[in-house]
């Protein structure tokens, strides 16, 4: 072990002793966290080893929602090359793995990955057994790399993202990274801008592939005439109603937002906001600003209630996995994340539902996307609270425009399919059914 990967495993076991004691303790106590503690540490049970059935064993990680969504075309242009595989999903969040078993079923066993130390790798890949391990996106775990090359099996890394912001926080361990490369054997990237940032941290140039964002694959064939009804129906619209929908808002955004949608109602008096934030948490102090302003709003959970229909102006989308959904009844979407300096949100979503997209000037990590949607002319930015109240008030007074635009934006989606399958391809060449 060279002295990089040494002093990040001795980091890393060190924290692992340091804080497993009090969370044993803890789920012992409660009851909690038994599944996550267990699998985290590479046990697997029998019943979940005996699941495995079929070859090759194709071991693939995602962490977000959007990974695992991203990986379903990825994992469909597998089946079809190899019918008989044995899918293996991890991820690293019980969250996550519940929305992984809700979205894969028997196609693939879902599991909880291995912390990143040699004990708890070495221990899941000898049980797992994969003929492949496949990391999503960004996820580049050193140890977990390291064993799976001792242990004499491929690896890749596909749908391969690299924002500006973790390419600044990887330069600082550059050493480190240009190590983890080594045990990468195909380098499957989004953009030629991911290639280019990852080739300078030190993977080597003739194990990098371009071939696009897997996320877009399956966008569209998510959309359905049904979706938008139901959703209609369940928040109270008549369909004349101009509705913006600001969704993944970070902090400080909301604000913004609310701002612009008050000065919006000056004369869009039927206009409807649904805000859907980042992170649910803040619900509260969304509450609080609401209420101080005298802003009437309600919460999406009340109106799934027999009898309770919308009447405020405002809903706060307290539930989690709705928001794609949601955006079916958008007459426009502003993605949040991107008037404050957090790299902004998905685009493409409200793109496949054929909206046109608001954003921030921070996409950095979504560079890809928005230059898409921005080629087609499916997007708009805005650089303050200003722009976005004119801008949204446009398409609200314009709607024959609105819809243009966002057939643009649908557009920018529906041409841009297929990286599941090249990025799959890539998989496949390491792969002897």
Known sequence: MNPAYAAYNLIGMGLLLSLFPPFFLYSRLTGKYRLQMAQRLGRYSERTLQGIQGTPRIWIHAVSVGEVTA??????????SFPNSAVILSTITEHGYEIARKRYGSRATCILAPIDTVFSTRRAIRVIRPDILVLMETELWPIWLMEARRHGIPTALVNGRLSVRSYSGYLKIRPLMRSVFTNIDVLSMISPADATRIRRLGADPSRIRIHGNAKYDGLIDATSDRTRQDMGQLFG??????VLVAGSTRRNEDDMVVT???RIRRTESEAVLIIAPRHLPKLAAIEAMLQQAGIPYQLRSELGRPGVRRRAPVVLLDTMG????VYSIATVVFCGGSLVPLGGQNVLEPAAWGKPVIYGPSMEDFLDAKQLLERFGGGSQVNSVGELAETVRGFFANRARAARIGQRAFQAVSRNQGAGKRH???IARFITA
């Open 322 to 325: 709705e928001l794609f959904r």
């Open 424 to 426: 799959a391809d890539e």
């Open 237 to 242: 619209l008549s369909g004349t109603e101009p």
């Open 71 to 80: 990986a379903a075309a990825i994992i469909e242009a597998l089946r079809v």
């Open 260 to 262: 612009a949608f008050r």
